[in-house]
């Protein structure tokens, strides 16, 4: 033993964000001049930096560094105790390398954040908003959930789970269910405000403001259509009632006339003629008088207009209104996919110049890459965002890997990707249904690129025969297992339907990108 050491104090405590100091006093107690060098060792080494990095000491002098802690203000600095150690090396003596251990202490912060997703819901008899929770402190979060309205008690409100418990950096979604109290039978649709809050112990409550628009349940243009139609109805029964046809007493005349002139001619056979010669002439002004009261009772009846939904055709171009999925697309190219990388600065969510040179690279380095079987500027055009360039531009989280083993008795943070991969690469339209989905894990693949967030799931079995559609539609064996070559067919792009670009159908169209 050539050294002597000590820590003041060898217990401390900081907050994340700021920092505080230990000193560290070291004795050469060797009989030769030694440089001694130092390393932080533990888990809270990257927050320890040491000055000076060494010293050299004479036979029985004493030196002095300083270890500075600064963790950051992030869910990674766990609160709660972390102990740590010094690593001393001896240049002269390295098999006399000792550790100097103390004790650090985090303390507690709380960061909470809160979305609604989406932010505006409409319905007749109820709206269906999830609430994103993210726990950006350095503890677990207990919560519980409520809402209620503004001003008046409108809704009524259904939450599950109405009481969440979040780990440090992750994210928790909850579902709310709002119905009105009273239902609108017709007129023109009300906005309803509402707020959804995260409640805390000795916090105050961090409230969410969403729109509820209700819709009556006879919208204006059936209203318009029903009584324009009750109107015609009316006016046609009027007219039926009232029109009387003036041919009847022609035809009483030309009976008087006919029976004159027979009479004198053939008085055995009168009886018998004049019966026919009355059913003729009545039977002529009769059919003249049904036709005429037929044709005054027929009204044409207006066909009834079809709701209009928005209709939102595939590849995006760069005539579109910024949105969720070019945001991702820039994301996922800031970072780097397929040897291109988007520096030049651009609108978020918007296909500009920018953005559409970086994703025409991706496109031309993935067919490069992959030769004839990658088809991206084929299948949506150089430069657009389809179907066939989304499904690929998620495929590249897998880059490195030959497979994605997915349990269904486990969470695991690559579900949320393996979905929306799928769901890009089987859906050839996309309802409002696959629209929100879609949407929740585009957000979820954003969180992880940008803010290292990871959303874990557990694979159902729906997944799993998802992955078995996938490989029959390429006519692969059905294992529902995300293997080598299904994997390859992601990351080139490959799709349900390759030449058809594909539409969205769904009312609200376009997604806005994260604020």
Known sequence: MTTWTSLEPASTTVDPGSSTTVRLRLRNTGDVVDEYRFEAVGDV???????????????????????????????????????????????????????????????????????????????????????????????????????????????????????????????????????????????????????????????????????????????????????????????????????????????????????????????????????????????????????????????????????????GPLPLTSEDEPNLFVQFAQVRLTVGAGGCKLTAEHTVGKLDAATVKALKCFQQSNKSSYGSFSTLAESDGLGNLGRATMTALLASHFVDAKTVPLSLDESSPEVPWVRNILLWGTQAEIDDGDLATTVKYTKANIDYLQKHVQLKEKPTQGLMDRIKEYQGQFAAEKTGVLDELTLNKTKVGWINGQDEPGTVTAEDWLPAPVE
């Open 45 to 311: 080494a990257p927050y320890v930096s040491v000055e000076p990095p060494s010293i050299r000491l004479f036979p029985g002098t004493t030196g002095v560094v300083e270890l500075t802690f600064a963790p950051p203000r992030t869910p990674d600095a766990t609160a709660g105790p972390h102990p740590y150690g010094v690593r001393i090396l001896p240049t002269e003596h390295p098999e006399a390398t000792t550790v100097a251990e103390g004790n650090v202490t985090f303390t507690t912060f709380m960061e909470v954040r809160a979305e609604l997703v989406p932010q505006t819901v409409k319905g007749r008899f109820r709206g269906r908003p999830k609430l994103a929770v993210d726990n950006l402190g350095n503890t677990v979060l207990t919560a519980s959930i409520g809402g209620g309205d503004k001003s008046t008690d409108d809704l009524s409100y259904d939450i599950v789970p109405s009481n969440v418990q979040i780990e440090p950096g992750r994210a928790a979604f909850v579902d709310a269910t709002l119905k009105p109290r009273q239902i609108t039978w017709a007129g023109q649709k009300q906005e309803r405000p509402y707020e959804l809050s995260v409640r805390r112990s000795g916090f105050e409550p961090l409230a969410v403001n969403g729109t509820y628009v209700q819709r009556s349940f006879l919208p204006l243009w059936m209203m318009t259509t029903l009584s324009l139609l009750l109107a015609l109805t009316i006016t046609g029964l009027v007219l039926w009632f009232t029109y009387k046809a003036p041919v009847r007493t022609l035809a009483k005349e030309q009976v008087q006339k006919v029976a004159a002139t027979a009479l004198p001619e053939e008085p055995p056979e009168q009886p018998t003629q004049k019966p026919t010669q009355d059913t003729e002439s009545s039977e002529e002004p009769g059919g003249s008088d049904g036709g005429g009261g037929g044709g005054g009772g027929q009204e044409e009846k207006p066909e009834k207009e079809e709701k209009k939904v928005e209709r």
